[in-house]
């Protein structure tokens, strides 16, 4: 890919929040006929009558979303992560701000875990959690009602593992 703009906009239609689980998709527009996709096999899905999403057709990871009618290939962009070098891309705006998350402004004030921090937070999750309720979100001094087995996963300190 050539030519790949720095301003990135961060897409809040519920399309986008649907088809990456996320509460936005963050875009990056590529200049018209520059994405070409030279390694792998892709997927694609029609996610609109405006457009595609195009996958990895190894992992299912989304990598890019292309218009529909060629005319409006200007249009297209680039997932954010999918790209090798993240550090000069910058959001510079905000589409369909009228579906943003009301939560999402919160995020910026979230408390922060470096790596480093790992098993402080699975503890402090695990407390949360199993002090509580299960995993499979029944209360345990209930019997459990839901179908879960979730022995050999790591869910909280790795001495803890427990299953409903």
Request: glycine content about 10%; aromatic content about 8%; hydrophobic content about 35%.
């Amino acid at each position: 890919m050539r030519n790949c703009a720095s301003g990135a906009y961060a897409c809040h239609c519920r399309i986008c929040q649907k088809s990456t689980g996320q509460p936005s998709e963050i875009g990056v527009p590529v200049q018209a006929g520059d994405l070409r996709f030279v390694q792998g096999a892709l997927r694609r899905y029609t996610s609109s009558a405006h457009g595609q999403r195009a996958l990895c057709g190894a992992c299912g990871s989304r990598l890019a979303w292309q218009a529909s009618d060629p005319q409006n290939d200007w249009l297209s962009s680039v997932t954010v992560s999918s790209l090798d070098d993240l550090a000069p891309v910058r959001v510079d705006c905000h589409i369909f701000a009228g579906q943003e998350l009301p939560w999402v402004a919160q995020i910026a004030d979230a408390r922060r875990y470096g790596e480093e921090d790992g098993e402080a937070l699975l503890a402090r999750w695990y407390g949360e959690r199993w002090g509580r309720l299960g995993w499979c979100g029944v209360d345990l001094a209930s019997p459990c009602i839901v179908d879960c087995d979730l022995r050999g996963l790591s869910a909280g300190p790795r001495d803890a593992q427990r299953a409903c």
